[in-house]
């Protein structure tokens, strides 16, 4: 009786490491999606937005982008938008593409794609803007 009543504790034991194992593991943002987090959906949207950016070639886009002429500088969205590889105010008259999926309420998952644009914003930028009308305004001395 005794070993009967070890056996069915070390069982339930073991099934109840096994299953705070398996519910204590983070969420993909598919798996939170499909249990009804509207955060996480959103997040797949954003996810398939970007996706382009792990396998674009920045360098080819942007030699690409100048032969047809006025190419964009690229922007991200976050806390405020920026423009990665532009370290001056552009003037209003810049045309600045944003990057659909970028955010500053991201997914762990999105959060590394959005530093892959990030990556690819940088590039891209730093080689058209001697192709744009996005130069530095000079600055007035008084």
């Not at 598919?30 to 997040?43: L, N, P, W």
């Not at 690409?64 to 590889?85: D, W």
């Amino acid at each position: 009786m005794f070993r009967a009543v070890v056996i069915v504790v070390i069982v339930l034991l073991g099934a109840g490491a096994v299953a705070y194992w398996r519910f204590n593991q983070p969420l993909t943002d598919a798996e939170a999606c499909r249990r009804g987090k509207e955060f996480f959906c959103d997040q797949l949207d954003a996810a398939r937005q970007l996706s382009w950016v792990s396998t674009a070639d920045p360098e080819a886009d942007a030699r690409s982008a100048i032969e047809r002429g006025t190419p964009p500088i690229l922007g991200l969205y976050g806390y405020a938008s920026y423009t990665p590889g532009v370290d001056h105010p552009l003037p209003e008259t810049c045309v600045v593409r944003m990057i659909d999926g970028s955010s500053d309420h991201a997914s762990q998952e999105v959060r590394l794609l959005i530093r892959q644009a990030e990556q690819y914003a940088q590039t891209y930028n730093r080689i058209v803007l001697p192709h744009t009308n996005c130069a530095p305004e000079p600055v007035s001395q008084p």
